[in-house]
């Protein structure tokens, strides 16, 4: 009796090791799968944490790369507007330069202008002397004509002596007024019938005259015993001048 109760009782415990051993089973089973998922999960997000690191790193060197552009745009930006200053004065100094350019080309048109008006002055008046010369060596063959006609007493002493020469004519004496005997080359001067003998002396003034109208003022520049020559005054010229015209002594 006792022998069938121990070994009911060892049945039993079997039978209840073995339950136990199955549940257990069973449960760890359950556990291998739970932490089978649990780790394909971890694996899924350690994927994803991953992706995201090198994502970040992308990024992060995108960003990088965005700051350097940045600087970069914005060095070149600081020489752009340092260049356009830098533009903007070269344009003011041309500006100026061009300027005072244009001023010191009007300023030498000028001066040509001058130079020429000069120029043509000159080559006048070295026309005027060489007139002047020959007109010079007119007047000492006229005095000398007038002289050898005194000496051989052609006219009386007491009426005015006319000596014909060269289509000249001299007459020895005279009062205020006179008659311009010749004219040089444009107008530039006169020779008068009025002389030392006369009365003239250089720096005298004339007013060359054609009935009542006044033509010219002249300055005697050179005297001779009964002729003188007279320097046109380029202002006071109104007209051509020509042989015959009078020639007043000014007061």
């Known amino acids: 009796m006792r022998l069938r109760i121990l070994l009911f009782l060892t049945l039993l415990g079997t039978v209840a090791f073995g339950g136990a051993y199955f549940f257990s089973y069973r449960e760890n089973q359950s556990l291998q799968i739970a932490l089978d998922v649990g780790g394909r999960k971890i694996q899924q997000q350690q ?45 003011r100094d041309l500006r100026n330069q061009l300027q005072e350019s244009a001023t010191h080309n009007t300023l030498l048109t000028k001066e040509n202008e001058r130079l020429g008006s000069a120029l043509s002055a000159a080559r006048s008046n070295r026309a005027s002397l060489e007139s002047v010369r020959e007109y010079q060596e007119t007047i000492a063959k006229l005095e000398q ?25 001299l007459t020895t004496n005279r009062g205020r007024n006179s008659t311009v005997v010749s004219v040089g080359p444009a107008d530039a001067f006169v020779v008068v019938n009025y002389g030392a003998t006369h009365g003239a002396m250089p720096t005298q003034q004339l007013s060359i005259m054609r009935g009542t109208e006044i033509l010219a003022t002249a300055l005697i520049s050179d005297v001779r015993e009964n002729y ?8 006071s010229l109104r007209g051509a001048l020509h042989k015959g015209d009078s020639a007043v002594l000014a007061q």
Do not use: C, F, W, Y
Request: glycine share 2%; net charge negative; proline share 5%.
């Open 47 to 91: 994927a994803t944490i991953t992706s995201l690191e090198t994502a970040q790193a992308r990024d992060q060197a995108q960003l990088l790369a965005m700051d350097a552009t940045l600087g970069a745009t914005k060095t070149r930006l600081t020489a752009a507007e340092s260049e356009q200053v830098v533009l903007r004065r070269e344009i």
């Open 228 to 235: 003188s020559i007279a320097q046109i005054q380029p202002q």
């Open 145 to 169: 004509a007038l002289a050898n006609a005194q000496a051989a007493q052609l006219t009386p002493p007491t009426a005015p002596a006319l000596v014909q020469t060269q289509g000249v004519v």
